[in-house]
């Protein structure tokens, strides 16, 4: 079975081909210049540039893959949660596909598909706690099964990848701001500042880094830029963010009885939170299991894979699928 993925629903332009669960082809159009002078995402310049790319981006994923559009199965397309614009540029485009070569389709979850990747790799003994981290997320699930997973929590405000962009621009550096403050906190001392670990003890699984991100800022504040010293600084941050995401994912492991955990989205890059979750983890007697790094920032080929895995059980969308900006 040959899938089509498409992924548009943040600032990457992105399509995919999977054929029985390989991925072929894996086309990733980033529009990180165009929004960088903004120091974030301008959701209607994301739309606008959806638009541009869409059909080369598609193109190039075919032509990489030796596939004409005509020899593909179905299509998976991001429906779901994202930018709404950006989502239905993804989602007319599929349609257009469906109509005119007479396909499936499929609508995926985006932040499922961050986690499903995981399992290209090889088998993943289940029941899982996945955690996914990224720029627009922070949320953990129970996976019982491939397509069979519960929402355990969330954060209430910004997501960890937010917090990280939102820090990095209080120190004046460029968007993303993820790999900055993860390089310079590798120099730092992180005790240095003793940063509030947002929920941390809230006994359930949801998050909150606005608190941190705040505390950040009035250092900043008091201090002055220049008078602090900028490695602590991001040390002091990063091992704020990585304690609480580490103690939330393994609270999660125990109270279920989990002996694996899947750590996906963007931030999942992160050296410090991947070194922390393995060791906290080997403690426990529980496994880590990250996506290949390609696959762990937005990508098509997530998308067509469990995409794929869901035309192999039978499901199938009609014509009048949505798109959605919220995890429904
Ligand atoms: O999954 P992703 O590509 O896009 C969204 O769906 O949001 O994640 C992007 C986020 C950005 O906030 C970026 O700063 C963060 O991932 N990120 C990192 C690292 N690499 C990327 N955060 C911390 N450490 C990193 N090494
Ligand atoms: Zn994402």
Known sequence: MIVLGIETSCDETSAAIVKDGEILSNIVASQIVIHKPFGGIVPELASRHH??????????????????????????????????????????????????????????????????????????????????????????????????????????????????????????????????????????????????RGMINSGDYDFSFSGLKTAVAVVIKKKGKEALNLNNLAASFQEAVADVLVSKSLKAAEDYRVRSVIVAGGVAANSRLREKMIGESRLRNIKVYFPPIEYCTDNGAMVAYTGYLYFKNGREDSFSLDAFDSDV
């Open 51 to 196: 638009v541009k790319n869409i059909s080369y981006v598609v193109d190039m994923a075919l032509r990489a893959s030796n596939f004409k559009i005509g020899d593909i199965d179905g299509v998976a397309v991001t429906n779901r949660p994202g930018l709404i614009g950006s989502l239905l540029v993804g989602l007319s485009f599929a349609k257009g596909v469906v109509a005119r070569y007479g396909k499936k389709i499929v609508g995926v979850n985006h932040l499922e598909a961050h986690f499903t990747i995981a399992f290209v790799s090889g088998a993943i003994p289940l029941p899982a706690v996945a955690l996914v981290v990224s720029g627009g997320h922070t949320t953990l699930y129970l996976v019982r099964g491939l397509l069979n997973y519960k929402k355990l929590g969330e954060t209430r405000d910004d997501a960890a990848g937010e917090a990280y962009d939102k820090v990095a621009k209080l120190l004046g550096f460029g968007y993303p701001g993820g790999v900055v403050i993860d390089n310079l906190a590798k120099k730092g001392d992180p005790s240095a500042f003793n940063f509030p």
